[in-house]
């Protein structure tokens, strides 16, 4: 059974301040690697996902990278912005695409 | 382009009510994806479909659980009777494909008393 950490479970730090978020997983025969942002109360909004194949992905400030080998992918965050506080959830498909398990979240505070 | 859509985004029942969920995906995705998530937790899937296919129901609590997409567009979840362990949000999502990027809508808050 597939189960996903994400380390720390919460962060604080300055605006400014460029960070990395973990996530390490146990099967690494994934699929895919999809990283989202929860914000309170709403829904999860996709950030980045990444192919078995591929290494890294990157969208704007966010390098989202891959090591299928070691069961591990950071997510690094450029520059931090007060906008950027919310929890951010890791996910791995396994099973050939069929089930998306979830990591329980590294909830991020960016402070003035 | 208009993302997942669901309804209602907040409910609060008794205990032993019936309460259903609507879920609209975004056009064109043929794969359509009901969770349950707890406080503090990542989403749990319940349910996945394929077109109007349950493919994917191994963790849907089928006694007290259904769920249909009849057209293969809109899907409803229903909870008859509820309990109370049951609050929780209930997130639906959809994609292109299975194992594709998987898109969410805002949930639906439910409060069991």
């Known amino acids: 059974k597939q189960e996903v950490t994400q380390i720390p479970a919460a962060l604080s730090v300055p605006e400014g301040e460029n960070l990395v978020l973990n996530c390490s997983f146990t099967?690494?025969?994934?699929?895919?690697l999809q990283w989202f942002r929860q914000d309170p109360g709403k829904g999860l909004t996709s950030l980045l996902l990444i192919q078995s194949s591929q290494r890294e992905q990157t969208s704007g400030r966010l390098n989202a990278s891959l090591d299928k080998s070691s069961g591990r992918s950071t997510l690094y965050i450029a520059a931090s912005q007060p906008g950027d506080s919310a929890t951010y959830l890791c996910?791995?498909?396994?099973?050939?695409?069929?089930?998306?398990?979830f990591g329980t979240g590294t909830q991020l505070k960016v402070e003035l | 382009e208009a993302g997942v859509v669901q309804s209602p985004r907040y409910k609060i029942i008794e205990k032993k009510q019936p309460v259903a969920f609507w879920c609209n995906p975004i056009s064109g995705h043929n794969t359509l994806y009901w969770y349950l998530q707890n406080l503090g937790q990542g989403p749990e899937l319940l349910i996945r479909y394929e077109n109007e296919e349950a493919v994917d129901d191994s963790q849907l609590p089928k006694d007290r659980f259904s769920a249909e997409r009849l057209k293969g567009v809109d899907s409803t979840l229903k909870i008859q009777p509820a309990e109370l362990g049951d609050s929780a949000v209930y997130l639906c999502?959809?994609?292109?494909?299975?194992?594709?990027?998987?898109?969410f809508g805002p949930g639906t808050r439910l409060t069991v008393t």
């Open positions: 099967d690494s025969a994934i699929y895919n």
């Open positions: 996910a791995v498909f396994t099973g050939g695409g069929n089930k998306l398990t």
């Open positions: 999502a959809s994609s292109y494909g299975q194992g594709d990027e998987q898109y």
